[in-house]
C-alpha cells in the first residue's frame, strides 16, 4: 500500500525558503545541500527523507547521496515520492541495480502509469537499455490517452532512434484523440518523421484552437531551410489554421511566423490588419516584433513600435521591440529607452545593437569587455557591432581575422568576413 508522509517542520521550513524564490545562489544551494546532508546523517532517514534525497540530487549527485537513496528506497518502498527518488538514483548513477529496482516497478501491478513517470522519465533519458524500454513501450500501449505521454516523450532526437519510435507511436494511437495536443512533443528538436506526424494530427483536428498556431510557429522555427518541401508544409498549415481561427488565441503566433517566413504579401497584409485589430492584446507583441526586420522594416510598425514603448511603463518593455527598434530608428528617446533595457535587463544583443546604432564609447567599452567573458563561437556577434562601430581598428580587425581562422563557419563569420574585406578594399 502506497504511503503519503508530512515533513518534519524544520525540514518544511527550509524548503519552503527555497520555493519562495524563482533563483537560488550557488551559495545558497551549497548550503541547502549541506544542510540537507547533515539531516540525513544526524536525523536518520525518516519517510519525509524521500523528498529531501529528490531535492539534492536536483542539486549534486554524489556518490553519498545515492548511498542514502539506496537506503531509503530499502526502508520504504511504497511510499509515494519512491518512484521519483528511483528516478533520480538512475539517471545520476544508472547501476545494474538501481535497472533492475526500474524494471520491477515497471513491472508491477500496484503502481499506476501516472505514478510510475518519474522512471518512464529517466528511462528515456538513458541510452537503450531493451528490457526498460520495453516495459516503457507495453505501457504506453495500456495507457495511450495518459496526458503524461506528451511531456515525457519530448525529448533530443538525438537521444536515440527508439524514443522517436515512442513519439511516433503515441501520435499514431492518438491520432483521433482530440485531448492529445502534441504541445510539448512540438516544443522539442523533432525528425521529419514526427513533425509530419503532428501535421497528420493538427489536420484532423481542424477545430482545435489550443495551442496550435505557438505549435506550427515553433516547428518553422525549428526546422532548417534545407527542408523546403517539410517548410512548405507547415507555412501552408498556418494559413489554413489562422484561415478558420481568426480569432483563435493563438494567431498572434502563427501570423508571426508567417511574417518571419517572408511568405505572401497576402499573408504580411492579414498579420498588419489582425495586429491592428487586436494591438491591445499582450500576443500582438509577437506579430509587432516579427515586423521589425533589422535588414528594412515598414514605417507603419516602425511608428508602432515607438508610439507602444514610449506610453508603456518601464517594467511593461518587451526587450524583443526593444532590441529590434534600435537598428531601424534614430529617435533619442528610443534609443535612451533602449539603453535603459540593457542596463536593467544586461541583455548583450541588445548592447551589440546600441553599439551599432549610437557607436558610443562608453558601449563600446563594455561589448569590449563582453567579448572576452565569451568562448571562440560567441564571439561573432560582439565583433560584428565592434567592427561596425570602428571599423579600422586594428585590435578588432586582429581579433576579428583570428576568429575567423578558427570559426570560418559560425554565426557571424560570413558578416564579420564581409565587414573586413570591405575595409580592405577601401
Known amino acids: 500500500m502506497k504511503s503519503t508522509k508530512t515533513a518534519p517542520e524544520a525540514l518544511r521550513k527550509l524548503r519552503q525558503n527555497r520555493?519562495?524564490?524563482?533563483?537560488?545562489?550557488?551559495?545558497?544551494?551549497?548550503?541547502?545541500?549541506?544542510?540537507?546532508?547533515?539531516?540525513?546523517?544526524?536525523?536518520?532517514?525518516?519517510?519525509?527523507?524521500?523528498?529531501?534525497?529528490?531535492?539534492?540530487?536536483?542539486?549534486?549527485?554524489?556518490?553519498?547521496?545515492?548511498?542514502?537513496?539506496?537506503?531509503?528506497?530499502?526502508?520504504?518502498?511504497?511510499?509515494?515520492?519512491?518512484?521519483?527518488?528511483?528516478?533520480?538514483?538512475?539517471?545520476?548513477?544508472?547501476?545494474?541495480?538501481?535497472?533492475?529496482?526500474?524494471?520491477?516497478?515497471?513491472?508491477?501491478?500496484?503502481?499506476?502509469?501516472?505514478?510510475?513517470?518519474?522512471?518512464?522519465?529517466?528511462?528515456?533519458?538513458?541510452?537503450?537499455?531493451?528490457?526498460?524500454?520495453?516495459?516503457?513501450?507495453?505501457?504506453?500501449?495500456?495507457?495511450?490517452?495518459?496526458?503524461?505521454?506528451?511531456?515525457?516523450?519530448?525529448?533530443?532526437?538525438?537521444?536515440s532512434a527508439h524514443i522517436e519510435r515512442l513519439q511516433l507511436r503515441w501520435l499514431e494511437l492518438n491520432i483521433d484523440n482530440p485531448e492529445a495536443v502534441p504541445f510539448s512533443l512540438s516544443f522539442s528538436p523533432q525528425s521529419a518523421q514526427v513533425t509530419k506526424a503532428i501535421l497528420r494530427w493538427i489536420r484532423k483536428h481542424p477545430n482545435q484552437d489550443r495551442y496550435v498556431g505557438m505549435m506550427l510557429a515553433e516547428l518553422l522555427r525549428m526546422h532548417p531551410r534545407q527542408r523546403r518541401a517539410l517548410r512548405a508544409?507547415?507555412?501552408?498549415?498556418?494559413?489554413?489554421?489562422?484561415?478558420?481561427?481568426?480569432?483563435?488565441?493563438?494567431?498572434?503566433?502563427?501570423?508571426?511566423?508567417?511574417?518571419?517566413?517572408?511568405?505572401?504579401?497576402?499573408?504580411?497584409?492579414?498579420?498588419?490588419?489582425?495586429?491592428?485589430?487586436?494591438?491591445?492584446?499582450?500576443?500582438?507583441?509577437?506579430?509587432?516584433?516579427?515586423?521589425?526586420?533589422?535588414?528594412?522594416a515598414p514605417s507603419w510598425a516602425v511608428t508602432e513600435a515607438e508610439a507602444l514603448l514610449k506610453r508603456q511603463a518601464r517594467e511593461e518593455r518587451s526587450p524583443g521591440i526593444v532590441g529590434r527598434l534600435v537598428s531601424l530608428t534614430k529617435d533619442p528617446a528610443i534609443i535612451r529607452i533602449a539603453t535603459e533595457v540593457y542596463r536593467e535587463k544586461q541583455h548583450e544583443w541588445i548592447l551589440c545593437r546600441l553599439v551599432v546604432a549610437t557607436k558610443d564609447h562608453e558601449l563600446i567599452c563594455e561589448a569590449e569587455a563582453a567579448l572576452a567573458k565569451h568562448d571562440g563561437k560567441s564571439k561573432g556577434e560582439f565583433l560584428y557591432a565592434l567592427l561596425r562601430a570602428r571599423p579600422l581598428d586594428s585590435n578588432f580587425r586582429r581579433r576579428a581575422r583570428n576568429w575567423i581562422m578558427r570559426y570560418p563557419k559560425t554565426e557571424y563569420a560570413a558578416e564579420v568576413r564581409r565587414l573586413l574585406r570591405r575595409e580592405n578594399e577601401t
Open 19 to 159: 520555493r519562495k524564490k524563482d533563483y537560488c545562489s550557488a551559495e545558497e544551494n551549497k548550503r541547502f545541500f549541506e544542510e540537507g546532508l547533515t539531516r540525513l546523517s544526524g536525523e536518520g532517514l525518516t519517510q519525509s527523507s524521500g523528498e529531501l534525497i529528490v531535492s539534492l540530487f536536483a542539486i549534486k549527485a554524489t556518490r553519498r547521496l545515492r548511498t542514502y537513496a539506496i537506503r531509503w528506497v530499502q526502508a520504504f518502498p511504497d511510499d509515494i515520492s519512491t518512484p521519483e527518488v528511483i528516478s533520480r538514483w538512475m539517471f545520476s548513477f544508472p547501476d545494474q541495480e538501481v535497472l533492475g529496482i526500474a524494471e520491477r516497478y515497471l513491472s508491477s501491478l500496484e503502481w499506476s502509469c501516472d505514478e510510475l513517470r518519474p522512471i518512464i522519465r529517466s528511462v528515456c533519458l538513458l541510452p537503450y537499455r531493451p528490457k526498460l524500454h520495453k516495459l516503457v513501450a507495453e505501457l504506453l500501449e495500456k495507457n495511450p490517452t495518459l496526458e503524461m505521454w506528451s511531456s515525457v516523450l519530448p525529448l533530443p532526437r538525438e537521444r
Open 233 to 296: 508544409e507547415l507555412t501552408k498549415a498556418a494559413r489554413i489554421w489562422v484561415k478558420a481561427h481568426p480569432a483563435g488565441r493563438d494567431a498572434a503566433y502563427a501570423h508571426s511566423a508567417l511574417v518571419r517566413e517572408n511568405c505572401l504579401e497576402a499573408d504580411r497584409k492579414n498579420a498588419k490588419d489582425w495586429y491592428i485589430a487586436h494591438k491591445t492584446e499582450d500576443s500582438a507583441l509577437h506579430v509587432l516584433r516579427e515586423f521589425l526586420d533589422p535588414n528594412g
